[in-house]
């Protein structure tokens, strides 16, 4: 089944913690993307990459950290530096279609954060 | 200004009414138009997806653009309360970055 995977479901990070958010597809999409949630704001990008090795930063980026090594995988670390890190995280993958638009966004079914 | 406006709701149907969702914009360059269904404790998932104005309709759903007054619609008709959820809305200049609202809350009553 083609589809998005984010793990784990639920995370409880710790004060000075850093913490990794998983995010995997098999959709063979070039762009991955990660959002956070929160109830009221919408959806807010973090970041973004359009291809592996290669990413920009979002609206909301300060505080987290990603990389893109391989093509189907897209993690997102959320750093101690993040002081407001509770929220719904959502990873998201698009394809290019024609003149290199990106496709609507396919998403995850989210991480939950929460601090202890 | 936010780029995309939402009325949050909540929003309370009998079953088989007709839903209208609404969202409003101020960039006059979005070009991509979205709307995504949100179940609770769930990632979006895709409804409608259209490119400059017009309407497209698919079973239940009618999407709208109206571009000249920077306005977008879902309506449902016949609803059931499998309609049930948040529903977001979308838009994109040129793919690379999509500006989303804050979503509506249904609720069909059966």
């Known amino acids: 089944d083609g589809g998005i995977t984010q793990s784990p479901k639920y995370l409880f990070r710790k004060e000075g913690q850093n913490v990794t958010l998983s995010c995997e597809q098999n959709l063979n999409h070039d762009a991955m993307y990660w959002y956070r949630q929160d109830p009221g704001q919408g959806l807010r990008l973090i970041y973004y990459s359009q291809i592996v090795n290669d990413f920009q930063k979002g609206d909301i980026a300060e505080g987290y950290s990603v990389s893109r090594e391989k093509k189907e995988s897209f993690p997102l670390t959320v750093t101690s530096a993040q002081k407001n890190p509770t929220a719904f995280y959502l990873c998201?993958?698009?394809?290019?279609?024609?003149?290199?638009?990106?496709?609507?966004?396919?998403f995850g079914d989210g991480t939950r954060l929460s601090i202890l | 200004q936010k780029e995309v406006e939402q009325d949050p709701g909540p929003l309370s149907v009998p079953e088989g009414a007709i839903v209208s969702l609404n969202c409003t914009y101020s960039?006059?360059?979005?070009?991509?138009f979205m709307w995504y269904r949100q179940y609770s404790r769930k990632g979006p998932e895709l409804l409608m997806y259209t490119y400059s104005s017009g309407n497209k309709e698919d079973g239940r759903f009618t999407a709208q653009v109206d571009k000249s007054s920077k306005y977008i619609s879902l309506f449902i008709r016949d609803s059931q309360p499998s309609d049930s959820a948040t529903y977001l809305c979308?838009?994109?200049?040129?793919?690379?970055?999509?500006?989303f609202g804050t979503g509506t809350s249904l609720t069909v009553i059966p």
């Open positions: 960039n006059s360059a979005f070009q991509y």
């Open positions: 998201a993958s698009s394809s290019r279609g024609r003149g290199l638009v990106n496709q609507p966004q396919h």
């Open positions: 979308a838009m994109s200049v040129n793919g690379n970055q999509f500006y």
